[in-house]
Nanobody, 119 residues
Framework: QLQLVESGGGSVQAGGSLKLSCAASGYTYFIQSMAWFRQAPGKEREWVAT????????NYTDSVKGRFTISQDNAKNTLYLQMNSLKPEDTGMYYC????????????WGQGTQVTVSS
């Protein structure tokens, strides 16, 4: 029904920037919300940011506020995560997620893209 493919990960030094992309295909019209999550080695997956399609409202976890920006290009059905002032603790696998529900129950996931920040 919905396929998500992330790209844009890589290795950068602390203070650097990366821009992640998530291309959605399939039944994209019904998407209510999209989000980015990340998982560091040995840790549980954590929510990073959300973009609500209906009103464009964005939300961020406290640790990335002021450094990360989530955005969406509806024409391209692509979600972005601009990451600036990266820190070593931002290292992890970043996943794109989507839901058809008005509640944040994400049931469509991409395969992930690795972000590594060295000090």
């Amino acid at each position: 029904q919905l396929q998500l493919v992330e790209s844009g990960g890589g290795s950068v030094q602390a203070g650097g920037s990366l821009k992640l992309s998530c291309a959605a295909s399939g039944y994209t019209y019904f998407i209510q919300s999209m989000a980015w999550f990340r998982q560091a080695p040995g840790k549980e997956r954590e929510w990073v940011a959300t973009f609500k399609r209906s009103n464009g409202i964005t939300n961020y976890t406290d640790s990335v506020k002021g450094r990360f920006t989530i955005s969406q290009d509806n024409a391209k059905n692509t979600l972005y995560l601009q990451m600036n002032s990266l820190k070593p603790e931002d290292t992890g696998m970043y996943y794109c997620a989507a839901t058809y529900s008005v509640t944040p129950e994400y049931n469509y996931w991409g395969q992930g893209t690795q972000v590594t920040v060295s000090s």
